[in-house]
């Protein structure tokens, strides 16, 4: 790689992995209040919203992460009109959707809090978080859509200040919600959503409403509608919301298995591990960003930089999550006992031996992640398309036999399924390679 992309590559991963730190923080604090606050009953009712959580990031990923790529391969040709187009579609289309979880949450969060909650135990508890997290819907996709943009458009240490901002926010809101004001789970919903709100206004001031010498993408509620457009983005965007649609199948189908299997125990463990992949997000997140920015401005370019920016950055994953994993091999104890499950022993033992499995199946998870991405940057659609389903939907056959059939083996199913997954790549990768040779 050269020295000028690779300072430029730097630039943007330190940006996007210090943004995903606040992120993960955010989260994964977020369970830690709960859990130290509320017990794990109240972590486990909490880890049955992200299915919905998991929803609005698919809408996110569809709009703004097709958008953005298109708008990034527009900017690196100097198509800015272009961009523009891109930019007022994605936003419209965006904000009509969250509308309608606005709605739900207001009139009736009991129907959906039913559907992703089977178990009468945490029903309430489950529904009370659901309400604010819809109706503050436009907070979290508006929040995760403003940070691809902003970040494409050339300030990716903005979006930085942003979500390190919500994250204070967010835990010192959710904090005062729930001791303070005895808010409960709703609490710690509603301290999120406004952790979220501030940083969409930061985003939107500082980016928009300051004084620089370079042209921003420009939204305009004059310029017509473009069906084409909104083609091109939903195209672009397909694989990315696919795979995180199938991840939000995966979640919900993931739920209803362990808490029909293992009862409220099984759910904390279970989102103890979700809340554990945040941490592996904070390289997943950093690199897909960057990938899907200064990639696809590379690959507008043409030349030898989108190879180098790729090769660059399984090389980064790879070692980062592997430290990772390491770490909680090591430590499983401690990230237990900071959700509160170190009261029960039989419990704790439990959460720690599930963490060291779900460790090392993380890193196949973020790997094929990144290898989709790579795959649509560079034409391959429907290879990415297959990734897109494959990727979660591999996981639910394999933990329902495991539940069913070896119960006590059931938090090996991630890495048996990912394994699998990859095991195909490797055959179709061969495939194709030996008959584009012929």
């Known amino acids: ?64 992460g097709g958008g953005g790529m298109l708008i990034g391969v527009a900017l690196g040709e100097k198509r800015r009109n272009r961009a523009n187009g891109v930019f007022t579609t994605a936003v419209a289309v965006m904000a009509l959707l969250s509308l309608f979880g606005v709605v739900i949450g207001l009139v009736s969060p009991g129907l959906v809090g039913g559907l992703i909650c089977p178990n009468a135990a945490l029903l309430n508890l489950s529904t009370s978080y659901l309400r604010w997290v819809l109706i503050f819907v436009p907070f979290y996709i508006g929040e995760e859509a403003l940070q691809t943009f902003v970040a494409v458009d050339g300030e990716p240490r903005l979006v930085t200040v942003s979500i390190i901002a919500d994250t204070i926010v967010n835990v010192f809101m959710s904090v005062m919600l729930i001791k303070f004001f005895g808010l409960g789970v709703a609490g710690a919903a509603i301290g999120t959503a406004i952790g979220h709100g501030f940083a969409c206004l930061l985003l939107v001031v500082l980016h928009w409403f300051r004084k620089c010498s370079e042209p921003r993408l420009e939204f305009s509620v004059f310029r017509s509608f473009s069906v084409s457009t909104l083609g091109s983005v939903l195209s672009q965007g397909a694989p990315l919301a696919i795979a995180s649609c199938c991840l939000t199948v995966l979640v919900f189908s993931a739920n209803r298995i362990i808490l029909g299997s293992f009862g409220n125990d099984g759910m904390f463990i279970f989102t103890v591990a979700m809340n554990v992949i945040f941490i592996y997000n904070l390289f997943l997140s950093g690199t897909v960003e960057t990938l899907q920015s200064l990639g696809a401005i590379e690959k507008g370019k043409g030349g030898p930089g989108f190879r180098d920016v790729v090769n660059f950055t399984y090389k980064l994953l790879g070692a980062s999550t592997s430290v990772i994993c390491i770490v909680i091999w090591i430590c499983p104890g401690m990230i237990t006992s900071l959700f509160g499950g170190d009261d029960r022993p039989e419990l704790f033992d439990a959460t720690n031996s599930a963490l060291r499995l779900f460790a090392p199946s993380f890193i196949l998870f973020c790997l094929i992640y990144v290898h989709m991405i790579v795959c649509k940057l560079e034409g391959r659609s429907a290879l990415a398309l297959f990734i897109s389903f494959a990727l979660s939907l591999t996981v639910i056959p394999v933990l329902w036999t495991f539940a069913h059939f070896a119960p006590s083996y059931v938090w090996w199913s991630y890495l048996v399924a990912y394994l699998v997954e990859i095991i195909i790549l490797i055959v179709i990768e061969t495939a194709s390679k030996s008959i584009s040779n012929k």
């Open 1 to 64: 790689m050269q020295r000028e992309l690779l300072r430029t590559y730097l630039r943007y991963v330190s940006a996007f992995i210090l943004t995903a730190l606040s992120v993960t923080l955010g989260n994964f604090l977020d369970g830690v209040i709960v859990g130290q606050l509320l017990g794990p009953d109240s972590v486990a009712a909490v880890g049955t919203v992200i299915p919905v959580i998991q929803a609005f990031f698919t809408v996110v990923l569809l709009f703004a």
